[in-house]
C-alpha cells in the first residue's frame, strides 16, 4: 500500500470546492465546500458567485484535506485537477491553484476529465474498476451511457440525452413545484411518502423505433409541468409527493432499463452507476433490484462520492500515475467543453513535465452532446415548457 501513489485532487467544475487525497484505491480525505446555499435564491448556480467562493475556499480545503489525511505536501506523489467540463470561470480557479502547488512543490500535474472522476471515484468504495466498465453516468448536465475499456484512456459514449440531463429535469420538476434547489435531493425524499404509480407520466425513447441507448427528458417535463398546470388551474392542490414519486419513477425506470440492456448487449456483467443523480435511493434500489435480475453486479459509490467532490479527481489521477500516463504541461488548460472521450487531459505538447511517459493522446473535440453545467443559467420560467 505504500508504494501505491499519493495524489491531491482538485474539484471545481461547478459549485463545490472539492479537494480529495487517496493512496491508489484508498479514501484519505474528502474536504468539500460548498456555495450552493448562495446560489439557491436564483434557482441556479450562478457562474461569477461561484467562481468567486472556489477562490475563497481553495486554500482552506486543500490545508484541510491535508490535515484529515495526515499526510504532507510534500509527500505527493502528483496533484489531479478537473480540467473539464464545467464552468470556464470556476475550472479556471482549480486548474490556475493545482498548478500553482504542482509547480511549487515540484509534483507532477495531471488534468482529469470530471465525467470519467465520476467513474473512477467508485475504485475507492468497491476496489479496481472491472475492464470493461459499463458506466451509468447521471449528473445535473449530462446523462450517458458509457463503456469504459480503461478508464484513463478509453471511454467510449454508447448513448447520451438527446436535450435535458436527469439531474437538470430533477431540477426543473423541483422549480415547479416550488421546492428548492438542487432539486435531487427533495423530490427524492418528498417521493419517499408518494405512489409512483399516481400518475403514468411518459417514459422517454422507449419506443421501439427509438434509439436504444440514448435518453430524452424534456418531454417528460413537459408532461409533469402541464399536469401540474391543470390541477393548478382547476384551483385543485397538487399532491406533491404522488408528482414526485411518479416523475422520479419515470426517470429511474428508462435509466436502469436502458443501461441494463447495454450491459447485455454489449456482454458486460458490472454497472457502475455516477454522478450526483446516482445518489437518488430510488434509482439505487430499482438498479439493484434489475441486476439481480439479470445477473449483474452493481457498484454505486455511497451518495457523498457520487455527487461532486475532489476524492473522484484524486482516484482519477491515482490511476494515471499507477499506469504511467504522462503529467500534463503547464500550459494545461480548462476545457468548459471537454468530451468524455478524452478522460485526461496532457496538454498542448502531450508529452508532460513530470513523472510518467505514457503516449499523449489526440485532442478529440467534438461538441455533440450539450455540455455539463449548461442548465445552470437557464433561470427563466419560460424554459420549462422548452
Ligand atoms: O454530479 P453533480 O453533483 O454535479 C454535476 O456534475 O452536475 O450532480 C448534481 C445533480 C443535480 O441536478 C442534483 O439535483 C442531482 O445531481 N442530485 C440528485 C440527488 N442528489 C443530487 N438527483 C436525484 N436524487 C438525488 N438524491
Ligand atoms: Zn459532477
Redesign the pocket.
Known amino acids: 500500500m505504500a508504494d501505491e501513489p499519493l495524489v491531491l485532487g482538485i474539484e471545481t467544475?461547478?459549485d463545490?470546492t472539492g479537494v480529495g487525497i487517496v493512496r491508489g484505491t484508498t479514501l484519505l480525505a474528502d474536504a468539500v465546500a460548498s456555495s450552493v446555499d448562495e446560489h439557491a435564491r436564483f434557482g441556479g448556480v450562478v457562474p461569477e458567485v461561484a467562481s468567486r467562493a472556489h477562490l475563497e475556499a481553495m486554500v482552506p480545503t486543500i490545508e484541510r484535506a491535508l490535515k484529515e489525511a495526515g499526510v504532507s505536501a510534500k509527500d505527493l506523489d502528483g496533484i489531479a485537477v478537473t480540467a473539464g467540463p464545467g464552468l470556464a470561470g470556476a475550472l479556471l480557479v482549480g486548474t490556475s491553484a493545482a498548478k500553482a502547488y504542482a509547480y511549487a512543490l515540484g509534483k507532477p500535474l495531471y488534468g482529469v476529465n470530471?465525467l470519467a472522476s465520476?467513474i473512477c471515484v467508485d475504485q475507492l468504495e468497491h476496489g479496481p474498476l472491472p475492464e470493461p466498465t459499463m458506466a451509468l453516468l447521471v449528473?445535473?448536465?449530462?446523462s450517458s451511457l458509457l463503456l469504459a475499456p480503461d478508464i484513463t484512456s478509453d471511454v467510449r459514449p454508447l448513448g447520451a440525452t438527446i436535450d435535458d440531463a436527469a439531474?437538470?429535469a430533477?431540477?426543473k420538476i423541483a422549480r415547479v413545484l416550488n421546492l428548492g434547489f438542487?432539486?435531487?435531493?427533495v423530490?427524492?425524499r418528498l417521493a419517499k411518502e408518494g405512489d409512483p404509480k399516481a400518475i403514468h407520466f411518459p417514459r422517454g425513447l422507449t419506443g421501439a423505433k427509438d434509439p436504444v441507448y440514448d435518453f430524452s427528458f424534456s418531454g417528460l417535463k413537459t408532461a409533469v409541468a402541464r399536469w401540474i398546470e391543470a390541477k393548478r388551474n382547476a384551483g385543485e392542490e397538487v399532491p406533491v409527493r404522488d408528482v414526485a414519486a411518479s416523475f422520479q419513477e419515470a426517470v429511474v425506470d428508462v435509466l436502469t432499463r436502458k443501461a441494463i440492456r447495454a450491459c447485455k448487449d454489449e456482454g458486460v456483467d458490472h454497472l457502475m452507476i455516477g454522478?450526483?443523480?446516482a445518489?437518488?435511493?430510488r434509482?439505487r434500489a430499482l438498479a439493484q433490484e434489475r441486476c439481480d435480475d439479470a445477473g449483474i453486479v452493481l457498484r454505486v459509490p455511497r451518495?457523498k462520492l457520487?455527487?461532486?467532490n475532489g476524492a473522484m479527481v484524486a482516484a482519477l489521477g491515482a490511476e494515471m500515475v499507477a499506469r504511467n500516463r504522462p503529467a500534463s504541461d503547464w500550459d494545461l488548460s480548462a476545457d468548459s467543453s471537454l468530451p468524455v472521450t478524452d478522460p485526461h487531459v496532457p496538454g498542448s505538447g502531450g508529452h508532460g513535465h513530470g513523472a510518467g511517459h505514457g503516449h499523449g493522446h489526440g485532442h478529440a473535440h467534438g461538441h455533440g452532446h450539450a455540455h455539463?453545467?449548461d442548465h445552470v443559467h437557464e433561470l427563466s420560467k419560460d424554459n420549462l415548457y422548452s
Open positions: 467544475s461547478c463545490e470530471h465520476h449528473s445535473g448536465g449530462h439531474g437538470e430533477f431540477d438542487p432539486g435531487g435531493p423530490i427524492d454522478g450526483g443523480v445518489a437518488n435511493s434509482l451518495p457520487c455527487t461532486d455539463d453545467h
